[in-house]
């Protein structure tokens, strides 16, 4: 049981290369998280799904997009990556069936660095 | 949105009881109380969480104030392994399409051996 798996773990990007990173989770979970926490800081939430096929905008949904076309999977896009989306990503999952009885199970991060 | 307030940081001596406070005045009847704490370079995990009534497990005890607006979250006996941010956060209770879990900065503990 694998849990909350992000790829990669480590990325590099030019400024305005796009890039796509994968959450994945084997727990059957229908709500995904994705989070970014920049030095210093809490986490800030950039989308969420509360489900396959839904998406909804989080605190700082710009310069991102998601989609969920599995229920395992949540992916975060970067279409034209800038300096000011360098931060380390977190993915998270919860259970749905029992709202808010449910704790949310993270993955280890993404660091992604724009230069 | 659900807010919570806790302090920036806290320091305790290892092997004593830490308490770590939150305020959710603004909490409504359908809100679960959640606790999670990130160690350096790692992802947030959970600790604890509840609704009305004081919750136990093998990490931490939570203490939550009889009309809901604040909380606690009792470590027994601090170790230097505790030393880690700790997050208090809001859930609602119901499934809804609604689900925006927001966190707020936290409170870094210190431990002093």
């Known amino acids: 049981n694998a849990g909350v798996t992000q790829t990669p773990k480590f990325r590099v990007l030019k400024t305005g290369q796009s890039m796509t990173l994968l959450c994945a989770q084997d727990?059957?979970?229908?709500?995904m998280y994705w989070y970014r926490q920049d030095p210093g800081m809490g986490l800030r939430l950039i989308h969420y799904s509360v489900g396959e096929g839904t998406t909804a905008k989080g605190e700082v949904p710009d310069g991102y997009n998601v989609s969920r076309l599995k229920k395992q999977n949540f992916l975060l896009g970067l279409e034209s990556a800038a300096p000011s989306q360098t931060s380390v990503y977190f993915c998270?999952?919860?259970?749905?069936?029992?709202?808010?009885?449910?704790?949310?199970?993270f993955g280890n991060g993404t660091r992604l660095t724009v230069t | 949105d659900a807010k919570t307030t806790q302090p920036n940081s806290m320091e305790s001596n290892e092997e004593e009881p830490v308490h770590l406070p939150c305020n959710h005045s603004?909490?409504?009847?359908?809100?679960?109380i959640h606790w999670y704490r990130q160690l350096p370079s790692q992802g947030p995990e959970y600790v604890i969480h509840?609704?009305?009534s004081n919750v136990n497990n093998r990490m931490a005890s939570l203490a939550i104030a009889e009309d809901r607006k604040s909380s606690t979250l009792i470590l027994h006996r601090a170790t230097l392994r505790d030393a880690a941010v700790y997050y208090c956060?809001?859930?609602?209770?119901?499934?809804?399409?609604?689900?925006?879990?927001?966190f707020g900065p936290g409170t870094s503990l210190s431990v002093i051996p």
């Open positions: 998270a999952s919860s259970y749905s069936k029992v709202g808010g009885d449910s704790p949310l199970h």
């Open positions: 603004t909490i409504s009847g359908t809100d679960y």
């Open positions: 956060i809001l859930r609602r209770l119901v499934r809804t399409s609604y689900d925006k879990v927001i």
């Open positions: 727990m059957n979970h229908e709500y």
């Open positions: 509840g609704l009305t």
